[in-house]
């Protein structure tokens, strides 16, 4: 990994380091005040948005990434056009799940309705954090999202100190998303825009583009954000948002630290993009692999030590129960970050279609491991279907495509070769 790469990683993730400091210590606090139920209220509602998030973002955020990698130029049109493309989809998908949930006989849960559809409205719009990522300048994003964060938080620490009503939780929600995405249109309007201009041809072309390719990987996508939050959906329905609540704090602790690994794989994949030879591409995903795996294994142990005692210090008896779901998914976000490798390695070959077929299939393994487990295991039976499914997405159901070549990475991982992969 070249010095390049080092820092940018660095930059992206002292960035989440503010994040880890307000889930231990705002969060924390917050949902101590709070209580179990409207905490599951949030996570539920939030959940239902994020589907529409990935869906307005029609599988964009790869392609986008793809084509700056190789052409400047033609990446900033193609991000250009896709913002009105987000605005429309977003509306028509966001807009019936606002009124199919809206709730007459709870104000508390309408103001998280809303809230939660702006705050991913905002994260739709800001496509100009993956600018910043491909071009190995995510010191300008760490900047701009600690700001939103630091003052997100705050406002979720003065409303828990004062014990002001639940309902004013919904100000941070949507503070988090829009003054990030604020600073970055202004700074990217005014200092990255290079004169790029599109006319209403190339806006057709791109647009044509983005629909024909995203449509094939949103089904990816979206599945992919659906069968992550399968286990949150079950366990409301089989025993309520308090369950959630609770299985919701396991479930930020064990990915709570997963930005380091997504941050060493979103600055390493340019040259993975850009490589031409099969097996070198190979041989720098087995490497990168093997940084992930090694980095894992080490906060996985980690939180197995200290867990409980972080559990029982921060968020109180109430939520002590997340401990075991806590480890199971901490090596679920292992296992997810080594599919997030093998899923830009498919990407890379164009393997769009294969993707999208995939995660059908995961799809609906998710939902029988989760139905099941869920409705006989509660919350540890959530966790174990979450580890399951990725275990089978990651490798199995990767092995079928361009001759196994994914395998070669996994193989290339676990033993490394130098010059040659069989």
């Not at 941050?263 to 720098?284: G, M, V, W, Y």
């Not at 197995?304 to 401990?323: A, P, R, V, W």
């Not at 075991?324 to 970050?337: D, F, K, R, W």
């Amino acid at each position: 990994m070249n010095k390049k790469i080092l820092f940018n990683s660095i930059w992206m993730v002292s960035e989440k380091i503010v994040s880890i400091f307000g889930l231990f210590f705002v969060t924390s606090f917050v949902a101590k005040y709070v209580g179990p139920y409207i905490y599951g209220e949030i996570a539920y509602v939030s959940s239902l948005f994020q589907i529409t998030l990935v869906i307005a973002q029609l599988g964009s955020d790869v392609i986008i990434f793809k084509r700056l990698s190789k052409n400047k130029i033609s990446g900033i049109r193609l991000l250009k056009t896709t913002v009105p493309i987000r605005i429309f989809i977003y509306s028509l998908v966001s807009i019936p799940i606002v009124i199919l949930n809206f709730d007459i006989n709870s104000h508390t849960i309408n103001y998280f309705i809303i809230a939660s559809f702006f705050a991913c409205l905002f994260s739709s719009l800001d496509v100009y954090s993956i600018y910043y990522n491909v071009r190995l300048e995510s010191k300008k994003n760490a900047m701009i999202n600690v700001v939103g964060l630091v003052i997100s938080l705050i406002i979720r620490w003065v409303i828990a100190y004062f014990k002001l009503p639940a309902e004013t939780l919904s100000i941070p929600i949507v503070v988090t998303t829009l003054i990030p995405f604020i600073l970055r249109s202004i700074m990217f309007n005014r200092m990255e825009n290079d004169g790029v201009n599109i006319n209403r041809r190339k806006v057709f072309k791109y647009s044509r583009y983005l629909l024909l390719t995203g449509m094939t990987f949103v089904i990816s996508a979206v599945s992919v954000a659906i069968y992550t939050r399968l286990s949150i959906w079950f366990l409301d329905y089989f025993y309520g948002k308090s369950y959630v609540g609770i299985f919701s704090i396991a479930v930020s602790l064990a990915s709570s630290w997963s930005f380091v690994l997504l941050a060493i794989i979103t600055s390493s994949f340019p040259q993975i993009f850009s490589e031409n030879k099969d097996l070198e591409a190979i041989r720098k995903a087995g490497n990168l692999g093997r940084v992930i795996l090694v980095i894992s294994i080490f906060i996985i142990i980690f939180i197995y030590l200290i867990g409980g005692y972080l559990l029982q210090l921060l968020y109180g008896e109430k939520y002590s129960s997340s401990f075991e779901p806590l480890i199971i998914l901490s090596i679920s976000t292992m296992v997810s970050s080594l599919g997030v490798i093998s899923s830009r390695f498919i990407a890379k070959y164009s393997g769009y279609s294969y993707l999208a077929k995939k995660t059908i299939v995961v799809l609906f393994l998710s939902a029988c491991f989760n139905y099941y487990s869920v409705k006989y295991y509660g919350m540890q039976g959530a966790a174990w279907a979450t580890l399951a499914t990725e275990l089978f997405s990651l490798t199995v159901l990767n092995y079928f495509f361009k001759h196994g070549i994914v395998f070669k990475v996994h193989k290339n991982i676990l033993f490394r070769t130098s010059s040659k992969v069989s």
